[in-house]
């Protein structure tokens, strides 16, 4: 190689190192690094632990647990998207626990987008303890920056459903997209809360990270607690939960409340109980049932794109209308983490992965094969 090439090679990546200094966007370094999320990615990033409740709760186990094996189609299916553990509890007692891929059940990995709906739950919870006043309050009692233009008009129920209006590209494969940034980057909160106004609120659902974190960061404000603090203290412990954590944007920063909280599948399912109990943990109502209600009830907000009423999405929860004649809620994370809560079987299915499949709809193949394998249960 010439001497010049060299030279040009070199003057090139400090031009490169230069740009991505003077524009802030580091995080570019980290995301090349590590390229696509993963499951176990809280060892690339700070976090925050979730202390482990001083009045551990274990499951009970159901008396036929041990006669209980799920299909070979479930577990092809399982196997194909290299799942890692899978469970099903019904009137609270886990009917099936299965682990794959060295997991166990003391195996906390990443919730991804599964967190959204705890970040709901907390505003449930917040409410109830009178932190907010209610789902309709204007997000810029919280934050100055939304007392600005069109942000102005930007309420909490419109974060809940993914319907701020915010200027945010939600893509996942792209070096330059917002959620990339969020992902990696280091100064989340100012990333969303000087975002723009680019819709009208309460018209159109669009699924955005941006909003989850929006409200977390109102959930900060109102509670003068971080989101892990006042997780731990007011539903955590409560639910009789083991230690967990969440990943922060750098060292005593903020959480990615949008994801990256980790947790074992079991701990995952006590949401999932709290919901199918409307709010109510062994006695003690720990969210208003007609909060949990609404957050469980589709929004029917426009589609952007065809302009139909969606029947898909509440409060940060996912919504099965009607699947072979049962209907569910479910949490859901980007590469096939699923908590389905199916009412009336008095059930809930939990599925963590490193893959999910195919979307059919609004929803994906992995948490069908979930809901079939409920169908084929006695």
């Not at 009045?55 to 194909?80: E, F, G, T």
């Not at 409060?315 to 994370?333: C, E, H, L, N, P």
Request: hydrophobic share 40%; aromatic share 12%; proline share 2%.
């Amino acid at each position: 190689m010439k001497k010049r090439t060299i030279i040009g090679i070199g003057i090139a990546i400090l031009a490169i190192v230069f740009t991505l200094q003077i524009t802030g966007k580091n995080y570019y370094y980290k995301t090349l690094w590590y390229n696509m999320p993963g499951i176990f990615d809280n060892e690339i990033f700070e976090s925050r632990t979730i202390h482990a409740s001083a009045k551990p709760q274990d499951w009970d186990y159901a008396s036929n647990y041990a006669d209980n094996n799920i299909s070979k189609v479930l577990r092809d299916s399982l196997q194909k998207y290299e799942t890692t553990s899978v469970l099903f509890i019904q009137h609270d007692s886990i009917k099936i626990e299965k682990y794959f891929e060295g997991a166990d059940n003391s195996t906390r990995s990443n919730s991804f987008s599964v967190a959204k709906s705890f970040i709901g739950a907390l505003i449930g919870r917040a409410i109830k303890l009178g932190f907010i006043k209610s789902i309709d309050q204007p997000v810029a009692d919280y934050i100055a920056e939304f007392k600005e233009g069109d942000k102005q008009k930007i309420t909490i129920r419109h974060l809940l459903t993914m319907s701020s209006g915010l200027d945010w590209d939600e893509a996942y494969s792209s070096l330059f997209s917002q959620t990339t940034e969020a992902y990696y980057g280091t100064e989340l909160e100012k990333q969303v809360v000087s975002l723009a106004a680019k819709k009208q609120p309460g018209k159109y659902f669009e699924y955005k990270s941006c909003d989850t974190e929006v409200l977390a960061i109102v959930l900060k404000r109102a509670t003068g607690m971080m989101v892990s603090e006042f997780m731990e203290k007011e539903l955590w412990s409560q639910m009789g939960a083991s230690e967990a954590s969440w990943s922060l944007d750098h060292a005593n920063g903020i959480e990615k409340a949008y994801c990256c909280l980790y947790a074992t599948a079991k701990d995952f399912a006590r949401l999932g109980s709290l919901y199918l109990h409307k709010g109510n943990w062994k006695g003690q109502q720990l969210i208003d049932s007609n909060y949990i209600q609404q957050s469980v009830t589709a929004s029917h907000l426009l589609d952007p794109k065809t302009q139909i009423p969606t029947n898909c999405y509440g409060f940060q929860w996912w919504i099965v209308d009607d699947y072979k004649g049962i209907s569910a809620f479910y949490m859901r994370g980007i590469l096939g983490q699923n908590i389905v809560v199916i009412p009336s079987r008095n059930l809930i299915a939990v599925r963590m992965g490193h893959k999910r499949g195919v979307k059919i709809g609004s929803h994906y193949s992995e948490m069908y094969a979930l809901l079939d394998e409920v169908l084929r249960m006695k």
